[in-house]
């Protein structure tokens, strides 16, 4: 731990060898199930990360900003679907990209933004709503081929549907999982055929999310499958059987910096801005807290949860709230603390201190934030 | 709103006549109750923010991070009081501020941190309880003698005792504010006067929050009042009767991306990475979802609430959940989001755009982020 100890806390840690094995086992899966696999960079935001885990070599990515697209862009990127449905106010941005080479596609689910996209040289592709959670056109809505009319005519070029089962992380069993990739699949699928009918080309199938992907039994007609969060998960993940604890790749590092001995709390250096405000777990079957608090080798504690956050402040406790149980954690011991969110937890960081197999620091990689 | 128009969403937007506003009346209400008014400067973390507000002067300062003072101390600042305790690992840094000519003031709550930032030449003081929902030591706690102790005979020098009465955002009614304000202040002032009885200096009685500086009626006994959140305030100190909706500065700007009709839903692309994660106003007794919803201009819509977010996507729907009471808001509508707490939809942010009076962008003000 002499390592972790040159670190000023808190500070993102990121466990390359977990990361390695995260992409390893869902890019497998997935090669195996037919579809190709488009990371979502939105987790990671770090040219580091997803160069790690391509190999270096640039591949098809998602991202959810145009400032992702980018600085992908920048690097050689040059297939990137952007699955967050541009405001008018971002299209000049957006053709910009395309004119520097990019083949960007984005998603619509509207005759509005569908004729606002229109005159751009990129590809659309028309958001299904599978789930109900969000965005997109339920798989039978008629308002589907107005889309389509609406994109014709103009330098877009409709590449086909996607969807996003984001209810899928509301799941309550492996199985409930397996039926919403299923249900995610047939909404794309049906989709894309109701396009085809019509005369309209839907060359591409884009489906997924972490637990869907990870669940899913059957792609037939899908073109890629999309996720993120699984190159690092998350306790939110780990709460539904999507990975266990220790799958989970990054966590924050923190000190020890008082106690309140008769409530039982150890008080670190790691608050709210350094876990983030994402209370993900509130919901699920165990409440984590604002994340479930490991040794400095990254070994969980047990019960032990960060009960409560301010900016700077994590409050630690034993989750029966008896102070007994609170183990002895002397001022200054160094904590890692494991998120509910990867996506949220990474976002308050600047860079990934990374890990090797033996717990020691090999590198340092920037990540970015911003629009 | 021509101007408005012209930003790329999301993008957080300052209203400087607030601001000002925010700044002249708690500055007038404190120095009419005698204190000094220390600005914690870790809600909008901008030295253009901090110089607008001192009028150009470095005046005395909090910050909740090294980097913080770092910052402010390059630009001339230099009475700069660190409210997080250091852990060991920082005081490399502390130590180097103080050494570039930088009046250093951190806290300790025990002996342990008291002994560690002993030889350092900085001045301390003790962190106070005194309402049970954090750090510190309770003003009877024999402990304090014994910390005093410590910090004798190296370079560091007590200066004083400090508390922060963060159990005031809980409080329900102005006069549990008050309450609270008079239980913040006669904490600090016993302690401080049990110090000097054993013999130790204690010239600095520091107080503050934004709620009990807003409502304490006597400060006797304090030599300074702490608070940041009263400059941009926020829906969390508007729902406990601290400002009310209009005194808000700070908003996320966002635009509709599309409806789900039968929901009553409009989606924007303000998710919580423009909004945070922050759902202070959940337990207070009207939640504001993610962020109450105002027109381009900054006028609410009644009842108009962002009632879930995704990372990019915001989700306004009425807070009845009646898809008929939504209003009309075709897709490409500019709203305004305010946040419920303010440092935390900040700290999403790398810049201010700057609203004059009449609703023209005159500036855009960076802020900083990280440890």
Known sequence: MNDLASLETPALLLDRTRLDANWKRLSERIAALGPGLRLHVKTAK??????????????????STLKEAEIFGRHGYRDIFCTVALAPNKLARAAALAASGIRLKVVVDNVDLA??????PIDVLIE???????????PDDPRLIEVARALAGGSAALAGVMTHAGASYNCES??????????ERAAAVHAAARLREAGFPAPLVSVGSTPTATYAQDLSGVTEVRAGVFVFFDLVMAGIDVCS?????????ATVIGHQEDKGWA?????????SRDRGTAKQRVDQGYGLVCDASGKPLPDLIVVDANQEHGIVAHRS??????????????????????????AQHERYQVLDGTG????????????
């Open 245 to 253: 604890a220790d799958d989970i790749a990054i966590s924050v590092l």
């Open 360 to 371: 020691r620091i090999e590198a340092a990689w920037e990540r970015f934030s911003g629009w």
């Open 174 to 183: 492996v199985d409930g999982i397996r039926a919403m990739a299923e249900q």
């Open 46 to 63: 770090s040219l580091d990360v997803v160069r790690r885990l391509h190999g270096g070599q640039p591949a098809p990515i998602c991202v």
């Open 267 to 275: 008080l670190t250096d790691a608050g709210w801005m350094a876990l």
């Open 128 to 138: 299904i709503d599978s789930d109900g959670h969000r965005a997109g056109l339920k």
């Open 115 to 120: 004729r606002s996209v229109a005159g751009a």
């Open 321 to 346: 709230g008896d102070p007994a149980r609170l183990p002895d954690l002397p001022v200054g011991t160094l904590l890692r603390i494991l998120p509910n969110h990867a996506c949220a937890t990474a």
